[in-house]
């Protein structure tokens, strides 16, 4: 009787744990999927976000690559997170027109790593911005003197925290997660103990610990460098007006906010037939206006 007893709760473990490998299979590395179209991961989409509904919902990540109001490239993914996108986009980019754009302003979402280190292999010039870079440029204040954005090397190369105590290099690593290796140099501050900003600080016994990697912060100097120029700055109110302005045109003023097909390849060939239908109005928009202009018949 036991040895029925067993033999059926074999065959249920069994058979969750096929359909957990397939779940894992056809999630892909993603932390979701929906059931009515596997291909499409469950996000938060900007009303949820921003009306903060807390419901996800199955969709695709679409990035647009534009100038001047049209639509040079797409990108379609299952991806929930953008820093993962902006380097497929760009291969696809170079596959299109064999060459890379000289320079691709971006918000936060994309300024990583991995992508400066791109970037810089292949000449395009950094101005996407990184997380973090806003906090950076806050006023030094007792709230915010505690956090990562406001301890920042002095001109002595040395991290001092609000107490005035010097962090020590305590151990170097090569971090291989990513597309390309990074150094980490580990900090850490001896003089916690019996400190009393540490509750502020910190809640770690062994001391507050900060990491850094010197490439990046190379990178991050030159994208603040970049953008405080005449050009960069330029190129940031572009990027408002040309990308933002295309998706409110074809979300808002086209009532286009929503897919119609299923499947990471029915969806493509959709975004792709609404792209092109958007550089068509644009054309003939700009054409009408050169020749009302022009006083051309």
Known sequence: MNYIRYQEEFKEDALKMWKYTMYSDIAGGRNSFSKTDPDATFMHMKYDYYN????????????????????????????????????????????????????TPADAGYGSFDNYKYDKEHGIQLYMKYSGMRKEAEKKTTKNQFTRAQMNPNEEDKIICPANHE???????????????????????????????????????????????????????????????????????????????????????????????????GVKLEILLVCIGHNLRRYHTRKLEFQKNNKIN
């Open 167 to 265: 962090f020590i290099l305590v151990d170097t690593r090569i971090e291989r997660r990513g597309v390309y290796p990074r150094e980490i140099e580990m900090y850490q501050n001896e003089h916690c103990e019996g400190c009393p900003f540490k509750s502020k600080c910190t809640k770690s016994k062994t001391g507050r610990t900060i990491q850094k990697c010197r490439e990046l912060e190379s990178y991050k100097k030159e994208v603040k460098e970049n953008l405080s120029t005449e050009q960069g700055k330029k190129y940031m109110t572009q990027r408002s007006i040309w990308s933002e302005g295309i998706f409110g045109q074809i979300k808002e003023d086209n009532h286009y906010d929503k897919l119609r097909r299923r499947g990471i390849s």
């Open 52 to 103: 903060h509904t807390n419901v996800f919902k199955p969709g695709y990540n679409v990035q647009v690559g534009s100038s001047e109001g049209y639509i040079r490239h797409v990108y379609v993914s299952s991806d929930a997170n953008d820093l993962k996108t902006y380097i497929p986009f760009m291969e696809g980019y170079h596959m299109a027109y064999g060459s890379y754009p000289q320079a």
